[in-house]
C-alpha cells in the first residue's frame, strides 16, 4: 500500500453472477424492455420490501416523476420535500408543473420535520416527499398521521436506503409508494435503474400504463393519454438479479466499512458520526459525518482538499435546493438544511473496501484532521 492509492468514494461491486445473468440475458436476444429478469427482479424486489408491486424504471428520477404522474398532481397543486436532498427529488415535483415547497430537516435523523411539513400543508397540498437522506429512513409513523390527516399522498424516495429497516420493516413498504435508484453509486446497481413499489394496485397499474407511453394493455398502438417511455431494459434487470440476491453480503461488507469508521473517528469536537433514531437500522449508503461544531463553515472543504492530496476522495453533502438557481427566492431559511449542507461530507463507502484499505483510510482522515487542527491553533 503506498500513498500513490487513490480511494475513489464509491464503487460498484460486481461478481460472476452479474456477468453470468448479464450473458444470459445477451444470449437470450431479450436486451430491451422485455424479457424474464423484468419480470424475476419486481416480483423479487416487491417481496423483499413488503410490498405488493414493484414497477421498474429506467433510473430513480423518472420513478419519482411517474408516482406524481400517475397520482395525478399537476399544475397548481403543491408537494412538500425536503430543502435537503438531491435535486432529483424537487426536479419531480417540476416536471409535473407542481410546486415544491421545501421545509426543513431533522437535527436527530437529518429527515423532513413532521411538524415543519403540518405547517406548510396548505389548500393546495397534494403530496409529501419524505426522503430517507445517506441512508437513514425519514419519520413515517408521524408523516403518515399528518398524510392520512389530511388526504395526502404520502411518497418516499428511497433512493439511498434500500436494505435500511424500522422496527424491522424494510424501507419500501413504508409509505403510500417508495421510489429507488440504482445509479452505479447506490447500495444495489445496474449503472442506470429505479423502480417504484406500492400495495395500492390501482396506482401500480397507473404507472405501468404511463410507464409504457400510455399504450392502452388491451389494444396496441392506442394512446389514451400521453405517457412516457421509463423502462428498464431485461439487460439492466438481469444485473439487478444478481445484486438482489447479493444485497445481503453487499450490505453486510458496507455496514462493516460505516461501522470501522465510526469506531475509530470518535474525534469531537471535530467529527460526528450520522445520528441514528432508536428503532432503525439505517442502510450503509454513503459513511456520513459532520466536520466541526455546529455553525462551522469552511472546515469541511479543507478538510475535502487534504484528503483529495491524500488520495482519499470524498463528498460534500447536497447544497440546499432552495439555493439553486431554478429554485432560488422559494422559500424562508432552513436553518439545520444549511448547516449540515456546510458541514456533512461522505467517505468513501464500497464493498470490497478490505480492513486494510479502511485502516489507510482512517489514517489519511486523522493526518488530515491533525493538519486541520495545527492550522486552527496557529
Ligand atoms: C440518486 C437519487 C435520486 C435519483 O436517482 P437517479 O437514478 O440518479 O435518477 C433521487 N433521489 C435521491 C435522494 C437520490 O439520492
Redesign the pocket.
Known amino acids: 500500500m503506498t500513498i500513490d492509492d487513490r480511494f475513489p468514494v464509491a464503487r460498484p461491486w460486481l461478481s460472476d453472477l452479474e456477468e453470468h445473468y448479464l450473458l444470459d440475458a445477451l444470449r437470450s436476444g431479450w436486451i430491451s424492455s422485455q424479457g424474464p429478469y423484468l419480470h424475476r427482479f419486481e416480483n423479487r424486489f416487491a417481496e423483499r420490501c413488503g410490498a405488493a408491486a414493484a414497477v421498474a424504471t429506467s433510473?430513480?428520477?423518472v420513478a419519482?416523476h411517474l408516482v406524481l404522474a400517475a397520482a395525478g398532481i399537476g399544475p397548481g397543486d403543491e408537494v412538500v420535500v425536503p430543502a435537503l436532498?438531491?435535486v432529483?427529488?424537487a426536479n419531480a415535483v417540476t416536471y409535473c408543473g407542481a410546486r415544491p415547497v421545501f421545509v426543513d430537516v431533522l437535527p436527530e435523523s437529518w429527515c423532513i420535520d413532521p411538524e415543519q411539513v403540518r405547517a406548510a400543508i396548505g389548500p393546495r397540498t397534494r403530496a409529501v416527499i419524505a426522503?430517507d437522506l445517506y441512508g437513514h429512513p425519514a419519520d413515517y409513523s408521524a408523516l403518515r398521521q399528518l398524510c392520512t390527516q389530511h388526504g395526502l399522498l404520502l411518497v418516499a424516495?428511497a433512493?439511498?436506503s434500500f436494505g435500511a429497516e424500522v422496527d424491522g420493516r424494510p424501507t419500501g413498504g413504508l409509505a403510500d409508494v417508495s421510489t429507488f435508484?440504482?445509479?452505479g453509486n447506490?447500495v444495489i446497481t445496474a449503472g442506470?435503474g429505479?423502480c417504484v413499489t406500492t400495495s395500492d394496485p390501482a396506482l401500480a397499474e397507473r404507472m405501468r400504463l404511463l410507464r409504457n407511453q400510455g399504450m392502452d394493455p388491451n389494444r396496441r398502438y392506442y394512446f389514451p393519454v400521453v405517457g412516457f417511455n421509463y423502462r428498464l431494459t431485461n439487460l439492466a434487470a438481469a444485473l439487478l438479479c444478481a445484486q438482489l440476491e447479493r444485497a445481503d453480503e453487499i450490505i453486510r461488507r458496507r455496514d462493516r466499512v460505516v461501522a470501522a469508521y465510526e469506531r475509530e473517528l470518535v474525534d469531537p469536537p471535530l467529527v460526528w458520526p450520522q445520528p441514528v433514531v432508536p428503532g432503525v437500522r439505517r442502510a450503509p449508503w454513503m459513511a456520513s459525518f459532520l466536520v466541526g461544531p455546529p455553525g462551522t463553515d469552511g472546515l469541511r472543504d479543507e478538510l475535502a482538499r487534504v484528503l483529495d492530496r491524500l488520495g482519499v476522495e470524498t463528498r460534500p453533502f447536497f447544497v440546499p435546493i432552495p439555493q439553486l438557481p431554478p429554485y432560488a427566492g422559494a422559500a424562508e431559511e432552513q436553518p439545520v438544511t444549511l448547516d449540515l449542507s456546510r458541514r456533512g461530507i461522505n467517505l468513501p463507502t464500497y464493498a470490497e473496501l478490505t480492513d486494510v484499505d479502511v485502516k489507510v483510510i482512517l489514517e489519511r482522515v486523522r493526518a488530515a484532521l491533525a493538519t486541520l487542527t495545527a492550522a486552527r491553533v496557529d
Do not use: I, P
Open positions: 433510473n430513480g428520477t419519482l436532498t438531491y432529483a427529488t426522503v424516495d433512493a439511498e435508484s440504482f445509479f447506490k442506470e429505479g
